[in-house]
């Protein structure tokens, strides 16, 4: 599990809900240093202590660990139309153009590997 990436969306769902970190903690039950710490990922969170900030927060443990988990194509596709939805015509040609140029270039790297 990569926590940096969990205390990163952990961070961004608290900053969507327009709390601080000190209203965050006291709502679950830790100190806002826990919850600093979890965003940092300088300490491992617990699946209870994860739960209740799911809650708190309106979304799915899956969704905060979707970077972890296998079957998370479909919150990672709702993060993308995120960065997508503000972007004038030639933004979303460039990033198209880029993310194609990137998907490439993994596919290719991956062939590599298996000869």
Not at 32 to 47: C, D, F, M, N, Y
């Amino acid at each position: 599990m990569d926590y940096k990436l969990l205390g990163k969306r952990i961070r961004a769902a608290r900053l969507s809900a327009g709390l601080s970190q000190e209203q965050l903690a006291e709502m679950v039950g830790l100190t806002s240093q826990h919850i600093s710490h979890t965003e940092v990922a300088s300490t491992k969170i617990s699946l209870p202590a994860l739960v209740r900030i799911s809650n708190a927060l309106h979304t799915s443990v899956d969704r905060l660990l979707s970077d972890s988990i296998h079957d998370s194509k479909a919150y990672l596709m709702d993060d993308l139309e995120a960065v997508f939805a503000d972007c004038d015509p030639d933004e979303v040609y460039v990033m198209l153009e880029a993310a194609n140029a990137i998907k490439k270039s993994i596919r290719v790297r991956k062939l590599k590997r298996i000869d």
